[in-house]
Nanobody, 127 residues
Framework: EVQLVESGGDLVQAGGSLRLSCAASGFNFDEYAIGWFRQAPGERREGVSYISPSEGSTYHVDSVKGRFTISSDVGKNTVYLQMNDLKPEDTAVYYC????????????????????WGRGTQVTVSS
């Protein structure tokens, strides 16, 4: 059974930093892509950052490029999201999720393609 547990969320002032962790179990880390998503109150869930640990490739959406960095520790089956220069608009519940890679290594950014989700961790950025 796939299990994902997020941690690291907190209340921080604008300009501050946080590192989120996603501890994964129940699947072969190398066969999946992992994404970080967020959802603010009244808003739809949106993708933030993605990683394919087997290839080491990453992608960040424009709103977080240069501020957020996704990384993975295969030995620990853990994915991290380092968030720097946080802004009030980054306030949301942050979720990690997994998607099995296609044979070609391709995966898709849309949330509907991600099949297992954690419960989320709250990030609040005060102005």
């Amino acid at each position: 059974e796939v299990q994902l547990v997020e941690s690291g969320g907190d209340l921080v002032q604008a300009g501050g930093s946080l590192r989120l962790s996603c501890a994964a179990s129940g699947f072969n880390f190398d066969e999946y892509a992992i994404g970080w998503f967020r959802q603010a109150p009244g808003e739809r869930r949106e993708g933030v950052s993605y990683i394919s640990p087997s290839e080491g490739s990453t992608y960040h959406v424009d709103s977080v490029k240069g501020r957020f960095t996704i990384s993975s520790d295969v030995g620990k089956n853990t994915v991290y999201l380092q968030m720097n220069d946080l802004k009030p608009e980054d306030t949301a519940v942050y979720y990690c999720a997994v998607q099995k890679l296609e044979e070609s290594g391709v995966y898709y950014y849309t949330p509907q393609r991600f099949t297992s989700w954690g419960r989320g961790t709250q990030v609040t950025v005060s102005s």
